[in-house]
């Protein structure tokens, strides 16, 4: 029963502990309502590009694109309807009380040279409205349009810059620092933190190639930004071999039942190498080849007791790992098969599931933790009714070294001081009265509790019955049938089991 109940709490303290991955977590952060305006649309087709393509064709899927994985953020989008001319949809965007307004566009020119990305957005100190004030301007512009849209173009010019082969030309303010008709209706006429981004030219060949190649990583860049505007992490996932991984800013989640695939050199994990916190959950068998290669500014990791395998040059370049949070034994960390080039485990100190939780003892004296087995320092006294008492009154804990029991006789059964019975018989010699000349023991037939000649169930439940109420169930013998120096419900079951197998379990 002990081992029993040690297994269960042992269950229920790693179901508490060990960290479970919640895939409604995008769905859960705060919801912001960005209005995109895929630019032109309609009846007008925008710029006309040199290979004869549409701008309004252009906007409308990196539009969608941007709407999609804004969504899949656990954000609100509303696309401003295309039919409308430029001035109205900022107004449109002020109806539905946006929180932001984006503008997407491809730029253009009368010469094919020019390429590149600009942002444009409304001119921060108001040098408009003093120098020309009969213009329209937001009706109800909100206290900190400008701040946030500082931010914003920002951000979208770190995020933008370097994630495609089209170059990051600039950021511009209207008329602070351009002709005042580069102030636009969208930026100008907007309640909200606005901006328009000219994502390259279409006029050039090479910036429209990209365009048609990385339309979606310049759409994963825009999301980014907009994200970290408000604070919040860009949310990835994908698949690693039979798993899934979630990567939130800098920390990867990875979860499932199964391996996580291999990498190599050339082809690497799709988390690339700037991740600082991985967690893996149980269920996680084997972390593959290559997986967190080179990732130099990984400090922590937390493992399962599912992993039975590391893969080679899983952890190579981790010079800052400084912490694995295990969830097993050190045991079980020894046993994890661990491939080369991954010294920078060694190297981190690791911290197993008591160490972080707390050791858990049955008993006040027990000796060993009975989650992951580690030895008490110091030990609790244990308690001993006698010298010679094989095992600890209060957590039944059989004693390293044995002291010398004393016998009255050789055929005696039981110790003089502690009771606890042989494990090896000699044979009694028994006179006319069936009492043994030698100890003066009566003849009993073992495992005749109830004393009816014969040992059946009934003996077993009878044995039962004592182990919770002895004084109204006495027995007649010693009952430690499984010779584990005590009696208890087990020698019941044992005695019952006799009844069936009694070559498989002697008395």
Not at 181 to 201: A, H, K, T, V
Not at 223 to 236: C, P, R
Not at 345 to 351: C, K, P, Y
Request: charged share 25%; hydrophobic share 30%.
């Amino acid at each position: 029963m002990k081992k029993h109940l040690a297994v269960l709490l042992c269950f229920i303290l790693m179901l508490s502990v060990i960290p479970a991955w919640n895939p409604g977590a995008a769905a859960k952060r705060p919801s912001y309502l960005f209005a995109i305006d895929a630019g032109h649309g309609g009846k007008d087709p925008g710029s006309i590009g040199a290979d004869k393509r549409y701008e309004s064709n252009d906007n409308k899927k990196i539009a969608d694109e941007v709407i999609s994985l804004l969504k899949n953020q656990g954000q609100s989008t509303y696309l401003i309807n295309r039919n409308l001319v430029t001035q109205d949809r900022p107004i449109e965007a002020n109806k539905k009380n946006a929180d932001f307004l984006i503008s997407l566009h491809r730029d253009s020119s009368t010469s094919s040279s020019p390429r590149g990305i600009n942002v444009y957005t409304h001119e921060p100190k108001h040098i408009q409205r003093k120098e020309q004030p009969k213009k329209d301007y937001a009706p109800a512009e909100h206290s900190d349009k400008h701040e946030v849209d500082e931010k914003l173009v920002n951000n979208l010019k770190s995020y933008l810059t370097g994630a495609t082969a089209i170059p990051f030309k600039g950021v511009h303010y209207g008329s602070a620092s351009a002709p005042t008709w580069e102030d636009y209706f969208i930026n100008r006429l907007s309640n909200m933190p606005s901006c328009i981004i000219e994502l390259g030219f279409v006029s050039n060949s090479a910036d429209n190639k990209e365009f048609d190649k990385n339309y979606k990583k310049l759409a994963v860049a825009i999301v980014k930004a907009l994200l970290a505007t408000v604070g919040l992490d860009y949310i990835e996932s994908g698949k690693t071999g039979s798993c899934t991984y979630t990567l939130t800013g800098k920390k990867l989640d990875v979860t499932g039942s199964g391996a996580m695939a291999n990498y190599t050199s050339s082809a690497a994990a799709p988390w690339g190498t700037a991740v600082t916190e991985v967690e893996i959950a149980s269920g996680v068998t084997a972390i593959g080849n290559y997986s967190f290669n080179k990732c130099a500014a990984l400090t922590k990791i937390s493992i399962p007791e599912t992993v039975t395998k590391i893969g080679s040059y899983a952890f190579n370049g981790c010079g800052k790992l400084s912490e694995i949070r295990y969830y097993g034994t050190s045991a079980e960390w020894n046993e994890i098969s661990k491939g080369g080039n991954n010294s920078s485990l060694s190297a981190a100190r690791i911290l197993y599931i008591c160490d972080m939780k707390g050791h858990k003892y049955d008993y006040p004296c027990s000796s060993a933790c009975s989650v992951c087995g580690e030895a008490r320092e110091p030990d609790e006294a244990h308690t001993y009714s006698s010298d010679c008492d094989i095992s600890c009154n209060i957590c039944g804990e059989i004693r390293e070294a044995e002291a010398e029991h004393t016998y009255s006789a050789d055929c005696d059964r039981f110790c003089d001081l502690c009771k606890y019975r042989r494990t090896t018989d000699t044979p009694h010699n028994f006179d006319e009265n069936d009492i043994c000349t030698a100890c003066g023991s009566p003849k009993v037939m073992t495992g005749d509790l109830n004393e009816d000649e014969r040992v059946t169930d009934a003996d077993a439940i009878q044995l039962l019955m004592y182990t919770f109420f002895p004084e109204d169930y006495p027995v007649n013998q010693d009952c430690d049938f499984n010779n584990d120096g005590k009696t208890t419900d087990a020698d019941a079951v044992y005695l019952l089991m006799y009844t069936f197998f009694p070559e498989d379990y002697p008395i």
